[in-house]
């Protein structure tokens, strides 16, 4: 899949995605103190699933109502050591193919996801 990773993203799992095969862009190394409506604008020409821990997202795809045919993944985990947490992302990007098109929020039990029109 094609993913555009936030700045709050760790490390560790941009670099695993990509050794799993993923087409990854990070905030970090390209977008970095861009805004939000920058990112998503990339993500959208770029037909990229957004991976986030900002909310802010979730008010630009639907408060603001700006088309958002990519898709968006934010985390809201609870606390605990980054390698276990970048364990968990992991684990829930790959726990499914069908994000594109959807604003999907991931909680340490469960993932809840709400389509994007």
């Known amino acids: 899949m094609k993913f555009l990773l936030d700045e709050n ?11 799993r095969g ?13 805004n939000d409506e920058i990112v998503l604008e990339r993500a959208q020409r770029e037909s990229r699933v957004v991976v986030t821990q900002d909310k802010d997202f979730g ?3 639907f408060r603001k109502r700006l088309p958002s045919s990519c898709g968006i993944i934010l985390f809201r985990l609870s606390g605990g050591a980054p390698d276990d947490e ?11 193919n069908d994000w594109t098109g959807q604003f999907s929020v991931i909680r340490d039990a469960f993932i809840r996801m709400r389509p994007l029109k």
Do not use: G, T, Y
Not at 22 to 34: G, P
Not at 86 to 96: D, P
């Open 59 to 61: 008010e630009l795809a």
């Open 22 to 34: 993923h087409d990854v862009l990070s905030a970090k190394e390209s977008l970095r103190a861009e």
């Open 86 to 96: 970048a364990r968990r992302m992991l684990q829930a990007i790959e726990s499914r």
């Open 9 to 19: 993203i760790p490390l560790s799992v941009i670099r695993q995605l990509r050794e």
